[in-house]
């Protein structure tokens, strides 16, 4: 069988090295470009055989997720299109890409011709580049055209694209490309944009962002358990607020609504964020449950459980009392103590592993609001894992994403896992919801620092971070027979802090104990307590092998890192090249957090 002889095309990656002149680099944005002026053929181009381009006949016109079709010019996926695949970068490439012409005038920004440019490097870390058109963010080798008088861009795909469109899904009437910045509202997410592109009906008035064109018209979201269907009806009730954002939801416009029998209702840009929504258009799928849920243990008789994570029987005991707290005994699931409460014991004298109620009770899976794929429930004797939302390095069960790629992959312990919306805090008197704008900071009423993920009030301006709240609101301390409770009391609070005996800011949380009027810093008390985690050998942590062991001791060792004896209940340890190291346990987190 004869092949098609080798393939003078250039790859796009090396277009720059063929320029016919000395155009030199560019910065847009903060970011290296390279702009290119030669043809996409040439003669010669033996010096680079390893960079040879071949037709890819055999993916060819697909349009399937499973064929390795993403072109890594663009990052575009189309149906209908050819593309090649490059011998040294391994790579495949649109045949739009590789024929790329240095100058164009494109339908869509006929004012000026659009020159050919690749993205060499990033150093500064700027906002992203992205395409005016569909709205995809530009990396390290990507092409393409650019307006330097406007600063607008286009992707290869983009630029070719008529400028008029027949998609009756969105819309009956055909729809033609406005060439002009303007401040119009898109019918279907009901936004200004003026840096995206517009389609208009001539007809009817109606108007489209190209970003807004194809978004799916059924889809299930992180933040409701049922199907939502694209929409332009006003809903029934007149005021409905999103469930993504909580602001009023306008009906004039495009939005998603519950298929079932509630009042659920999300803008557009919101329910397809790419932190809520797990993009796939559901509208052509079967309605089925989206993931099996095991059981998490099999009854064995009366108050006798075989639970997925242990080799031995547990037995339910029922606590009466909250006053009697060994502070030893950990849950192996939270890894928090037991201050009452029913729980699971290990039937083996020998073992101490042992379960609340509702840890035993964790389902296998979750969706979590603040993720669009599924987690499922881990478990492991020797792995310790950071948290992705509260960043605490954890000892106890996970959920890790189902997904399971490097781009998504995250794993929460189950104290994360477990907060939803609405989330109820003892110290504030609102409900607290996850209403952030994606990729926007905000600084937590508690630690002060800043969050791209937060619970947010929507009555005032209080906000917790993951990690504050998961703080434990009542705690013991070993020498108070009170509980402490997690306060803010300005200038009510004591002089010092019973730990370190250090001055206490009055306008920072504190734990205080009302009864006694003695006051502990957060930190001081979370590590004389050693709240989170458990002592444990041999344990795993980026391939690093380390113990956490239990002071226990007449002396303090000193510890590695802060140079001096450490008041922590729990110590660090670590054999690198025959030197034993020991360090405050809490000092060893910050610094590999």
């Known amino acids: 069988m004869e092949h098609p002889p080798p393939s003078r095309l250039i790859c796009p990656t090396i277009r720059p090295q063929y320029n016919s002149s000395s155009l030199g680099c560019k910065i847009i944005s903060g970011e290296y470009f390279s702009m290119i002026d030669n043809s996409y053929s040439l003669h010669d181009v033996s010096s680079h055989d390893d960079h040879r381009l071949d037709p890819l006949y055999w993916c060819n016109n697909k349009n399937s997720r499973d064929e390795p079709s993403w072109c890594r010019a663009c990052e575009c996926k189309e149906s209908s299109t050819t593309y090649y695949y490059c011998n040294g ?29 690749i993205l060499t490097s990033n150093y500064l870390y700027p906002k992203l580049l992205s395409c005016s058109y569909c709205g995809s963010s530009y ?110 939801v306008d009906g004039n416009y495009g939005k998603y609504c519950c298929l079932k029998d509630c009042t659920y209702v999300v803008h557009s840009k919101c329910a397809t964020r790419r932190d809520v929504w797990d993009e796939k258009e559901l509208e052509q799928e079967p309605e089925e449950e989206e993931y099996e849920n095991l059981n998490s243990f099999e009854v064995i008789g009366d108050g ?11 037995k339910f005991e029922k606590k009466t009392t909250g006053i009697l707290h060994d502070e030893n005994k950990l849950c192996q699931a939270c890894v928090l103590p037991f201050y009452g409460g029913d729980v699971y014991n290990c039937m083996d004298s020998k073992c101490d592993f042992v379960l609340h109620e509702a840890c035993a009770n964790l389902p296998r899976t979750i969706q979590h609001m603040a993720h669009p794929y599924p987690f499922i429930l881990q478990v492991s004797d020797i792995n310790c894992f950071f948290c ?132 502990f810093h957060i930190a001081c008390l979370l590590g004389k307590c050693a709240f989170y985690v458990k002592p444990a050998q041999n344990l795993l942590f980026n391939d690093q092998k380390f113990n956490i062991v239990l002071r226990n001791g007449l002396t303090r060792p000193i510890c590695k890192l802060c140079k001096s004896r450490c008041h922590d209940k729990l110590m660090y340890q670590e054999l690198t090249d025959g030197e034993e190291i020991t360090a405050c346990y809490r000092h060893w987190e910050v610094i590999n957090s």
């Open 89 to 117: 970068c391994k790579l495949s490439y649109h045949k739009e890409c590789v024929e790329s012409s240095p100058l164009i005038k494109s339908p869509h920004h006929p004012k000026h011709p659009l020159q050919l440019i």
């Open 139 to 248: 990396r390290d080798s990507f092409l393409l055209y650019y307006c330097f008088i406007c600063e607008f861009s286009l992707d290869p795909i983009c630029a070719i694209r008529p400028s008029f469109l027949n998609y009756q899904k969105r819309h009956e009437h055909t729809l033609n490309h406005f060439p002009r910045k303007t401040d119009l509202i898109c019918d279907v997410c009901g936004l200004i944009d003026s840096k995206c592109l517009i389609y208009v009906c001539l007809e009817c008035g109606f108007v489209v962002h190209t970003k807004c064109i194809h978004l799916p018209f059924v889809i299930r979201i992180s933040r409701h358990n049922h199907r939502l269907s694209f929409t332009y009806s006003p809903p029934l009730r007149v005021l409905l607020f999103c469930g993504v954002c909580h602001q009023k």
């Open 304 to 314: 006798i459980i075989q639970h997925f994570s242990h080799s031995h029987h547990l």
């Open 388 to 519: 992705g939302y509260c960043y605490r390095l954890s000892f106890g069960f996970r959920y890790f994403c189902s997904k399971g790629d490097e781009y998504e992959y995250v794993s929460l312990d189950t104290r994360c896992a477990a907060i939803s919306e609405p989330f109820d805090h003892q110290s504030h008197p609102h409900p607290l919801f996850l209403s952030n704008e994606l990729g926007k900071y905000r600084p937590c009423s508690i630690c002060r620092k800043e969050s791209i993920r937060t619970l947010n009030c929507i009555e005032c301006d209080f906000c917790l971070c993951f990690y504050c709240a998961t703080l434990p609101y009542r705690i013991r301390y070993e020498h108070d027979e009170h509980f402490l409770t997690l306060s803010y009391e300005e200038n009510a609070s004591p002089n010092w802090c019973e730990v370190c005996e250090e001055t206490l800011d009055s306008y920072k949380w504190l734990y205080i104990c009302k009864e006694c009027g003695v006051a």
